[in-house]
Each structure stands twice: as structure tokens, then as C-alpha cells.
T-cell receptor
Framework: DVKVTQSSRYLVKRTGEKVFLECVQDMDHENMFWYRQDPGLGLRLIYFSYDVKMKEKGDIPEGYSVSREKKERFSLILESASTNQTSMYLC????????????FGAGTRLSVL | GENVEQHPSTLSVQEGDSAVIKCTYSDSASNYFPWYKQELGKRPQLIIDIRSNVGEKKDQRIAVTLNKTAKHFSLHITETQPEDSAVYFCAAVDSGNTPLVFGKGTRLSVIA
């Protein structure tokens, strides 16, 4: 079974804080993704990575950055958290080529006060 | 780039009835179309997928159909049960490393 583990289920932060969301996978998948999920807006892609130290912007990268120093770990960073970044954040992982099946983490519900 | 439209955004059916959710895509290069189910408070999970060389695929009460000419694909759930209540997402992607493009989701409610 694929395991995609997000470090926190719930997080409360203050405006202006630097926030780290961590995601770890155990299946040696090359591709990792960060989404945010808001009611009525579906799953919006923030950043993704095809390989270690590699990153690509998704549809809504503003206000976020990412880090992938090791293949199994993909971190999402909010440099200066704002209230409009209150959301559910989902990490996902997928094999390169092959079956294309994507697996999601359980999500982190972030509240920025 | 790819754009996926999903309809309806909400759907209510009586238990035992069928439910159909439709998606259209824009990029003719897309060739993999998965459907994800997200129950309340849980992560999205793959329930069925179809590739472009197949027109229909079934797994017990769920089926997906694909019309490549018209660029649309649909999820069919027969004999719905209360545990089918969830948000369903369709997605499309080509065979490379490009990210899945998701529809905005359909909230299905099955009324007992």
C-alpha cells in the first residue's frame, strides 16, 4: 500500500508567520504535488516536482514556495502566511509514466488568524 | 493547456437510483481519465480510470465511458447507496509527467 503522510492534520498559524507543510511518501515515486482545496473551487495545483531539487509552478504558486531535497519528501512553504491562505492542503504522489495513478495524503487543514 | 469541465456541481438521488456525472476536456492529447471519490473528511481516492484506447470500463456498480471524438467522459453509478455520498472528481492527463487536471467536483448525495 502506498503511504503518503502529511505531518499535520490541523494547523493554526498567525498572519505573517512562516509555515512549513511536510509530505513524505514511501513508494519511491518521482512525481509529487501540492494542491489546495476550497469549497466550489476543486483541487488547485500549487507546485509540483518531477525529481529531487526540481520544481515547477502550478496554477496558483503566488505566496508559496517548495523544497525537495530528498526524493521521498516534498515541503510546501508559506513565506508569510495570510488569511486568504486558510485552506485544506493536499499532497499527492504519482509514478512517472507507467500507470499514472495518483495517491493523496490525508490533508492538512491550515487556519491563518 | 488542458481544461476539464465537470457537471453537475451537486447531485441528489434516491437510494437505488442511478447517478451520472459528466466531464469534458479540451486537449486531444489527453489519454488517461481517472475518477476520484472524496468522502467527508477523507483524502481523494481513485475509484476507476479509463485510457483512451478503451470506450467503457466497469467495476461492479460503477462504470466510466469515454467519447474521444466529442472529448467527454462520464461516471455512472447504478443502484446507489448512502455510502456513495461523497464528492467526485474527474481528471485528465496525457501520458507524460504533466500533472492531472481536475474538474471542480460533484457533490453527490444519496437519500435513503
Amino acid at each position: 500500500d502506498v503511504k503518503v503522510t502529511q505531518s499535520s492534520r490541523y494547523l493554526v498559524k498567525r498572519t505573517g508567520e512562516k509555515v512549513f507543510l511536510e509530505c513524505v511518501q514511501d513508494m519511491d515515486h518521482e512525481n509529487m504535488f501540492w494542491y489546495r482545496q476550497d469549497p466550489g473551487l476543486g483541487l488547485r495545483l500549487i507546485y509540483f516536482s518531477y525529481d529531487v531539487k526540481m520544481k515547477e509552478k502550478g496554477d496558483i504558486p503566488e505566496g508559496y514556495s517548495v523544497s525537495r531535497e530528498k526524493k521521498e519528501r516534498f515541503s510546501l512553504i508559506l513565506e508569510s502566511a495570510s488569511t486568504n491562505q486558510t485552506s485544506m492542503y493536499l499532497c499527492a504522489t504519482r509514478e512517472a509514466l507507467a500507470k499514472n495513478i495518483q495517491y493523496f495524503g490525508a490533508g492538512t487543514r491550515l487556519s491563518v488568524l | 493547456g488542458e481544461n476539464v469541465e465537470q457537471h453537475p456541481s451537486t447531485l441528489s438521488v434516491q437510494e437505488g437510483d442511478s447517478a451520472v456525472i459528466k466531464c469534458t476536456y479540451s486537449d486531444s492529447a489527453s489519454n488517461y481519465f481517472p475518477w476520484y471519490k472524496q468522502e467527508l473528511g477523507k483524502r481523494p481516492q481513485l475509484i476507476i480510470d479509463i485510457r483512451s484506447n478503451v470506450g467503457e470500463k466497469k467495476d461492479q456498480r460503477i462504470a466510466v465511458t469515454l467519447n474521444k471524438t466529442a472529448k467527454h467522459f462520464s461516471l455512472h453509478i447504478t443502484e446507489t447507496q448512502p455510502e456513495d455520498s461523497a464528492v467526485y472528481f474527474c481528471a485528465a492527463v496525457d501520458s507524460g509527467n504533466t500533472p492531472l487536471v481536475f474538474g471542480k467536483g460533484t457533490r453527490l448525495s444519496v437519500i435513503a
